[in-house]
Each structure stands twice: as C-alpha cells, then as structure tokens.
C-alpha cells in the first residue's frame, strides 16, 4: 500500500480537461513540495512536475501542478491521444526519512 | 545532456544477491547537489523507492528493505551501485537508476532517470 494516495484510473475525451489527485499527511506533502511523473507504455518515468508547480524545460504548458495543505493535484488540459499513460506523485516523509510515491493513475483518452 | 544507464544481471536466483551498477555520463556524480538513488517497480505495479546516496557516501534507505540493501558509489568511475540480499521472487521488478535534486531543505524530486533493467528472481 503507497504512502500517497491517488485514484486508480481516471479518463476524458481529446480536447478535454482531467485532474489526478494526491492525498498524503503532514509528515509529506503536507511538509515538503511535490513532483508529478509521466511513465508511457513499456518506458520510464520522466519528470512532468517539481517544486509543486515548477514544469521542466520541454513540458508543455498544458500541465500544471497545484498543492494545498496535505494534497496536491495535476492537471491535464487540451488532452491528446499521446498524453494516454500512468501519472505517479512523489515527495519526501520526514517519518520515514524516504522518498514516497502515489501508486499512480492510468489515464485514459477516450 | 546527463543519461543514466543501469548495468547488471537480468537473471538471479532466489535467496542470491542482486548487484546493478548505474554509470552517469554527461555529468560528474561528485555535483554536491545531487543524490543518486534506485527505485524499483514490480511487473504492473508502482514505483517503490529503495535507496540513495551522495557523492560523499551519505545514504537514505527505504526501512523495510534496508536490512537487505546496500548502495555504494564510485566517483572515479562517474557509477553508483546496488546489491540486494537474500533475494525473493518478489524483488522481481525493473530496477531504475535516477538523480535526486534537492532543492533547499523541502524539495526533492527525481529529474533523470535511467531506462530501467528488468530483474527477474528465479527458483
């Protein structure tokens, strides 16, 4: 069982708009910023979001990352086809002294 | 541009030790900046985080693995490595190598990561 939660699936049509939701505690996102991470079919992760809101040189702009409190949220607008994969969460929990990950959140363009 | 590349059996039998080694390039694992770390994922699983370590030699294990990991590096040679002990049929898994950033004392996240190497433990 992951330290963040996040829903197991989500999906929308092309040109539409999703959130992805991550639920962690005051020992994690509730004390230290979250990074989002893109993993397409058969490939590794790549780095979607850092520092809660801060997207990597080469992201485009329709992701974009929000945190409240104990929870975080990415969002996907004008979705394509290629943007179909499993999105993970991740921070640092100072209880355990260890990096943790959402158990990630296959989207689905339908 | 900084590439990752894990190294190392694909096959390993059970109760054995499982050993990858990461070799940076287009970087110095010696940036101060930075830790460099594994994280594995079992076939159709998420990401479980096992370990990482700087340039100096300080670490950060995941607990309920710890007994059984050690994560060393080699700045001479730019690598890092893994060795896994007492192997079981779940440690099953593609093996990722990443670099950690941290940024100030409340950011981190994994900006580059290597393609993975499936590990498949064996009866």
């Known amino acids: 069982q992951s330290v963040l939660t996040q829903p197991p699936s989500v999906s929308a049509a092309p040109g539409q708009k999703v959130t992805i939701s991550c639920s962690g505690s005051?020992?994690?996102?509730?004390?230290?910023?979250v990074s989002w991470y893109q993993q397409l079919p058969g490939t590794a992760p790549k780095l979607l979001i850092y520092?809660?809101?801060q997207r990597p040189s080469g992201v485009p702009d329709r992701f974009s990352g929000s945190k409240s409190g104990t929870s975080a949220t990415l969002g996907i607008t004008g979705l394509q086809t290629g943007d179909e994969a499993t999105y993970f969460c991740?921070?640092?929990?100072?209880?355990?002294?260890?990096?943790?990950f959402g158990g990630g959140t296959r989207l689905t363009v339908l | 541009q900084l590439q990752l590349q894990e190294s190392g059996p694909g096959l390993v039998k059970s109760s054995e030790t499982l050993s990858l080694t990461c070799t940076v390039s287009?970087?110095?694992?010696?940036?101060?900046?930075?830790?460099w770390g594994w994280i594995r994922q079992p076939p159709g699983e998420g990401l479980e985080w096992i370990a990482n370590?700087?340039?100096?030699?300080?670490?950060y294990y995941n607990s309920s693995l710890k007994s059984r990991v050690t994560i060393s590096v080699d700045t001479s040679k730019n690598q890092f490595s893994l060795q896994l002990s007492s192997v079981t049929a779940a440690d099953t898994a593609v093996y990722y190598c990443?670099?950690?950033?941290?940024?100030?004392?409340?950011?981190?996240?994994?900006?580059?990561w290597g393609q993975g190497t499936l590990v498949t433990v064996s009866s």
């Open positions: 370590i700087n340039y100096s030699g300080k670490t």
């Open positions: 520092d809660n809101i």
């Open positions: 990443a670099r950690h950033s941290k940024v100030g004392s409340t950011t981190y996240y994994c900006d580059f």
């Open positions: 005051s020992s994690n996102i509730g004390r230290y910023s």
């Open positions: 991740g921070t640092w929990d100072n209880s355990l002294t260890a990096v943790v």
């Open positions: 287009g970087g110095s694992i010696s940036d101060g900046s930075h830790y």
